[in-house]
T-cell receptor
Framework: KQEVTQIPAALSVPEGENLVLNCSFT??????LQWFRQDPGKGLTSLLL?????REQTSGRLNASLDKSSGRSTLYIAASQPGDSATYLC?????????FGTGTSLTVIP | NAGVTQTPKFRILKIGQSMTLQCTQD?????MYWYRQDPGMGLKLIYY???????DKGEVPNGYNVSRSTTEDFPLRLELAAPSQTSVYFC???????????FGAGTRLSVL
């Protein structure tokens, strides 16, 4: 069974700092990996999708990388802003189900 | 506004009661999903559907039932509610299965 872990569980950084969120998964047989953002009391918003054949994806200040063989993905956020404060979840597609990590709660301090 | 709509937003149930969580999407997506999120945990898949009339179990289906009579609607039924079903429930839909889903705002359910 696929297990998805995110470290750290919580992170506080001052505004403007670059930061990295980590996601690891136990079974490398995945179709894709996605990063989501969850704001308090709201649903999830898809940020980036990396197919298993890709190494990274970029969207604005966000860059996600994928190392399938080692079971790891990172989400890099450049020049963080208070509006980036949210919980970030990664999820892997095994072909017949989606497995979510437990999330990293990010606080960007003005 | 286009998207996924869930009702109700909050509900308190007594043990043994039943209820239906409603989910509607207006994007004509074939794929729809129900997840539950417990405090400090990731989302776990309850049921999913690949089209009208077709549903399948996810990781944690016990205690729940679903139906998909139309493309737009995917209700989740709780029979004989138990405290272990206290959670936040999210409905989602997507154009491609498992990819870039659109999520509803969630239903916060407490079973007391």
């Amino acid at each position: 069974k696929q297990e998805v872990t995110q470290i750290p569980a919580a992170l506080s950084v001052p505004e403007g700092e670059n930061l990295v969120l980590n996601c690891s998964f136990t079974d490398s047989a995945i179709y894709n990996l996605q990063w989501f953002r969850q704001d308090p009391g709201k649903g999830l918003t898809s940020l980036l999708l990396i197919q298993s054949s890709q190494r990274e994806q970029t969207s604005g200040r966000l860059n996600a990388s994928l190392d399938k063989s080692s079971g790891r993905s990172t989400l890099y956020i450049a020049a963080s802003q208070p509006g980036d404060s949210a919980t970030y979840l990664c999820a892997v597609d095994t072909g017949n189900q989606f497995y979510f990590g437990t999330g990293t709660s990010l606080t960007v301090i003005p | 506004n286009a998207g996924v709509t869930q009702t109700p937003k909050f509900r308190i149930l007594k043990i043994g009661q039943s209820m239906t969580l409603q989910c509607t999407q207006d994007m004509n997506h074939n794929y729809m999903y129900w997840y539950r999120q417990d405090p400090g945990m990731g989302l776990k898949l309850i049921y999913y559907s690949v089209g009208a009339g077709i549903t399948d179990k996810g990781e944690v289906p016990n205690g729940y039932n679903v139906s998909r009579s139309t493309t737009e609607d995917f209700p989740l039924r709780l029979e004989l509610a138990a405290p272990s079903q206290t959670s936040v429930y999210f409905c989602a839909s997507s154009y491609v299965i498992w990819q870039e889903g659109y999520f509803g705002a969630g239903t916060r359910l407490s079973v007391l």
